[in-house]
């Protein structure tokens, strides 16, 4: 485990054998195992070469973990890593879920409704106002970096370029999953072999 000392602490860990620290939020020593009386039974001490970090060697009575483990570093910076890339996966997929969702939604509002349409209702009762649209933000999303401008616009750009496609598929009654499925099979293929793939599909 991990504490704080101050010449307080230390002189009390060496007096008494039992791991001492100093609580910065309470402003007071603390013995580990003062209230479980799980101590942690010291035998050595060492101060690093610059003497301003220590470690106690001891043997705790019980895990020193409050977790019930033997140490409290039982968790592993790459498994860390790896869990962020999984949220941050799941949060992209659900915002594309949802999107395919609301569009599916506005699909059915076609029928029935008077008024002026949504965007999107426009989109998917016109084709040539989709593709004219799809084409004209593939174009917007190419001049921020044509343009030298900063990273906001371009997230911005391509947020149109995705709903419009979007549009697209649910025109086209193509789920964003059959996408994503086409991508993790090019994930094993080198660019050439991609397009070779296709070739002989299309042919």
């Known amino acids: 485990m991990q504490g704080f000392v101050n010449k307080d602490a230390l002189a009390t860990t060496i007096t008494s054998r039992k791991a001492t620290f100093f609580s910065r939020s ?7 195992g003062e209230t479980s009386n799980n101590f942690i039974n010291i035998y050595d001490m060492f101060v690093d070469c610059d ?8 043997k705790p009575d019980v895990p ?6 033997e140490t409290c570093y039982f968790t592993s910076i790459g498994d860390l890593l790896k869990e962020q890339e999984v949220e941050e996966t799941n949060l992209a997929l659900t915002t594309l879920y949802s999107l395919e969702s609301t569009i599916s939604k ?3 509002e076609l029928a029935g409704k008077h008024g002026k349409p949504s965007w999107t209702k426009r989109l998917l009762l016109d ?3 989709l593709c004219a649209k799809i084409r004209a933000e593939a174009d917007e ?3 921020p970096l044509e343009e030298k401008e900063d990273s906001s616009c371009t997230a911005s750009e391509m947020a149109n ?3 419009h496609a979007m549009v697209l598929l649910r025109h086209k009654d193509v789920k964003i999953e059959n996408v994503l499925e086409v991508l993790r099979r090019r994930f094993s293929q080198s660019g050439i072999e991609e397009k070779q793939s296709r070739a002989s599909t299309e042919s």
């Open 26 to 32: 309470g402003a007071t020593l603390w013995t580990k």
């Open 51 to 58: 003497r301003d970090s220590i470690i106690y060697l001891g």
């Open 64 to 69: 020193t973990c409050h977790t019930g483990l």
């Open 106 to 108: 506005r699909e059915l």
């Open 127 to 129: 084709e040539n106002l």
């Open 141 to 143: 999303l190419c001049r």
């Open 161 to 163: 370029v995705i709903y």
